[in-house]
């Protein structure tokens, strides 16, 4: 007994035993311990901020706004995310209580889970997914039922496809466009499908909106425009992609009133309230970071145009993606599994790339690129790719 009681992890708690870490880490130790290696792993901007933000956060230094903001978010923030949500997304949040800034899209995901979910209660989980959303709803007491988008409708999970698993348990579904990994892109008629499943169903969902601005082909749609789904959605959204802000930590979330104050209680206990200096970066970035953006955004979508032609010319055949900045090619003629492909592609070639089978069992046969890095890393990563392929 005494011996038990010595060791740590007997203190640990069921719910953090069963949660496995994430299969990208793996990756990128080895990785960090080669040299000469071009990472088209990290899901990140490869620019810096912008310098209007940066400098904006250092005044608020220079003036010493360094204390603790309001637990929901400086009000001026909230203002101008309110405005942003109105005109690119045209849907209304009130500055007041229906929107909350979080420690990133993370965060939001987080006490968004922990305030909806029951013991028990089930979450739908498309796949392939970004890696946090299954190990959160379980983290939140929830059970996560992943549901299969398939290559052959581009990785557009179909209404059908939801309505199949829901059970008198289930409470809502994550739904994330464009998506981390594929780069799908759920146009507004996709989104009606699934808006009019989650109103027969009654169902809440979670909207993980962190790529909308990312989006190449059509003018995004977010699902909490559609009529009758504001008070049934919570949006997720921040300012690490598009806005090149990951270090910031800065996020945000805007659903009805009722869910937003219950999800605060947890924040304000949890959190208290996102960095204060991190807040002023981002309101410069809302009023005057649009110009910058868009300049990201068209390189962003040449690389996208450069990978996917190259991709499929060198035999790696690559649906494309609508958005994000991640190519998801298959990879199943070389009768490698994605893992041994990723694991050999980075030893012989001193390529970074995550196997798909990390966003689920459905990613198996795919890898995840992100194209993210500069066009000269790019064309190499694809001479080498190349090489490896011979
Ligand atoms: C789909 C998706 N959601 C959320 C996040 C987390 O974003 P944040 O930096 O705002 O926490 C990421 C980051 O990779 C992501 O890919």
């Known amino acids: 007994m005494k011996s038990e009681l010595m060791n740590p992890s007997h203190f640990l708690s069921e719910n953090v035993k069963m949660i496995k870490p994430s299969g990208i880490r793996r990756f990128f130790d080895l990785a960090s311990q080669m040299e000469n290696v071009i990472s088209l792993g990290v899901g990140e901007p490869d620019f810096v901020t912008p310098w209007n933000y940066r400098e904006a956060s250092i005044l608020s230094l220079e003036e010493g706004f360094t204390a603790y903001s309001p637990n929901a978010g400086l ?16 849907v209304h949040y009130s500055s007041e209580n229906e929107i909350i800034v979080t420690v990133g899209a993370s965060e939001a ?17 498309v796949e392939p997914c970004f890696v946090s959303y299954v190990p959160i709803v379980e983290l939140a007491g929830g059970k996560a039922v ?19 698993v829901i059970t008198e348990k289930t409470k809502g579904i994550i739904i994330c466009s464009p998506n981390n990994p594929t780069g799908t892109v759920l146009n507004k008629q996709e989104l009606e499908g699934i808006a009019s499943v989650a109103l027969k169903h009654n169902l809440l ?39 090149a802000m990951t270090g910031w930590r800065l996020g945000f979330v805007c659903g009805p009133n009722e869910i937003l104050q219950a999800m605060l209680k947890i924040h304000q206990y949890a959190i208290m ?7 002023f ?13 868009k300049k990201m955004i068209r390189s962003y979508h040449s690389r996208r145009n450069y990978m996917v ?36 592609l980075l030893i012989e070639q001193q390529v970074a790339v995550v196997p798909g089978s990390v966003f689920g069992a459905s990613g198996e046969g795919y890898i995840r690129c992100s194209y993210a890095t500069s066009i000269d890393q790019l064309q190499e990563a694809i001479t080498r790719i190349k090489n490896f392929l011979k």
């Open 281 to 293: 970066a981002a309101i410069e970035a809302l009023k005057n970071g649009h110009t910058e953006m």
């Open 309 to 344: 032609e190259e991709l499929n010319e060198i035999g790696l055949p690559c649906h494309v993606p609508g958005g994000a900045f991640y190519v998801f090619p298959n990879i199943t003629s070389t009768g490698l599994s994605s893992e041994e492909f990723a694991e050999k």
């Open 109 to 125: 995901l987080d006490i968004a889970l922990r305030a909806t979910l029951n013991p028990g209660e089930e979450i739908i989980v």
């Open 273 to 279: 309230c996102a960095p204060t200096m991190s807040q």
């Open 146 to 164: 992943t549901v299969r988008a398939l290559p052959e409708y581009d990785f557009k999970i179909q209404p059908e496809q939801i309505e199949e």
């Open 205 to 243: 969902v979670f909207s993980d909106e962190i790529y909308a601005e990312l989006s190449y082909d059509e003018p995004y749609t977010s699902i909490a425009s559609l009529p009758k789904m504001r008070d049934r959605t919570i949006v997720m959204n921040g300012f690490s992609k598009a806005f």
């Open 75 to 90: 009000l001026e923030l909230r203002q101008e995310i309110s405005a942003y949500m109105e005109q690119r997304f045209s």
